[in-house]
């Protein structure tokens, strides 16, 4: 088996996370406590933990976010069109950034019920990913 991530993240309440991540996003439901759910999140596991004390709303995407990179811009375009489909919270549209750069991808973020944001990329060219060293942009400018 290959190397999994591994994300523990807070929820209010196992029901409104199964509709959102199991029905929504379309991740596969395992073990499950009144106080825990673990999904497959595209072959890595998340574990959604129910606590009294939610996230508070951020005022952008900056500094806490998390989603998945896809290799394919089909299987982005597929998630995007998904979460459409579904009525998921986008907190950003599909777009594109750093176009007509070795940077250039497109992304789009997700909130999910508990305020947790969600990004789902897709790198024009691979080489982005981890590399590009020369390339002093990482995010956006902070507002």
Known sequence: ???LFHLAFPVSNIPDTKRFYVDGLG???GRESPSALIMNFQGHQL???VTRDQPSIQGSIYPRHFGLVFDTE???EAL???AKNRGLNFYQEPKRRFE???LE???FFLEDPFH???EFKYYCYASAVFGENSHAQVGEAMT
């Open 1 to 3: 088996m290959a190397n």
């Open 27 to 29: 991740c596969q439901s």
């Open 47 to 49: 574990v959604a933990h």
């Open 74 to 76: 089909s299987e982005w």
């Open 80 to 82: 995007a069109e998904r």
């Open 100 to 102: 007509n750069t070795p």
């Open 105 to 107: 991808h497109r992304t």
């Open 116 to 118: 947790n944001l969600l």
